[in-house]
C-alpha cells in the first residue's frame, strides 16, 4: 500500500534526505587512490551520527556496514572492504540515514582521479537519464512513465538497463510502495497522487543489462565485467510536481562542478 505524506512529513524526509546528501558530499573530498572504502564507510557512519541521525543501512536486512560501495562492475550492494580503490576506477556510494521517524536514501557514482571517455560518458547518460525519470514523476503519469523515460534513453546509448533492481517508495521505512523499476511501457504501473515520495534510481551497464551476485549474499555485478552506474534521489509530489528532498549540490561543491541540473526540481 503507498503510503501518502503530509507537507509535515515531506519537511522531515527533506532533513533525512539532506544528511544523506551532506554525507556525500563529505566524501567527495576523499575519494581518491589509495584510499579504501572501509574508510569512506567510518567517516559516513561518524558523520551521520553528528547530525543526530542513524546510518539508515546499518543492520537493514542485516547489512554490516553504513555505506553500499560498488566499484566498477559493481552495480550496486558491495560490501566496504580494505582494498583500495585506483586511478581510473569508478564507485557507486549508496547512503540512507534516519532522522526523526524517516528516512533518506541517496546514490553518486564518483571517478576516481581520471577516467576513460567511455566510462564517463557511461556516467553522463545515467545521471541524465536520472533527471529524465523525474520529469515524469508528475501529477496523473504512472509508475511505469518513469522506467519507459529511463530505459528508452539508456538503450539508445546502447546501455543495458537492470531488471531485477528497482527505485522504491520511502518514509517511515527504507523500503515502501511502489517498487520503481527502471524500464517500462507508457501509461502502466500506479497512478502517481499529490504526497507521495519515491526514491529514483537508475542502474545502468555499459554492456548486458544481466547480473550475477556474489556468494556474500549481497553483491551484485555486471554479469558479463563492463562497469555500471547508479544515481539516486529521493523526491516528492508537491503541487503536483516532481521535487527534490535529496541533492547533489554538496557533491558538486566538494569538486568545483558547476551545475543546473536540479534547479526545476528545487524543493527549497
Known sequence: MIKIKTREQIEIMYESAQVVSRTLGMLAKEIKPGVTTLYLDKLAEDYIRSQGAKPGFLGLYDFPN?????????????????????????????????KNGYYGDHAYTFPVGEVSAEVAQLLKVTKESLYMGIREFKLGNRVEDVGYAIQTYCEKHGYGVVRELVGHGVGTKMHEDPEMPNYGKRGRGKKFVEGMVVAIEPMINMGTKNINQLRDGWTILTRDGKPSAHFEHDVALVEGKPKLLSTFKYIYEALGIQSHEEDEFLYK
Not at 553504513?66 to 549508496?94: M, R
Open 66 to 98: 553504513t555505506l553500499c560501495v560498488s566499484p566498477n562492475a559493481q552495480v550496486v550492494h558491495g560490501i566496504p572492504n580494505n582494498k583500495p580503490l585506483k586511478e581510473g576506477d569508478i564507485i557507486s556510494i549508496d547512503c540512507g540515514a534516519l
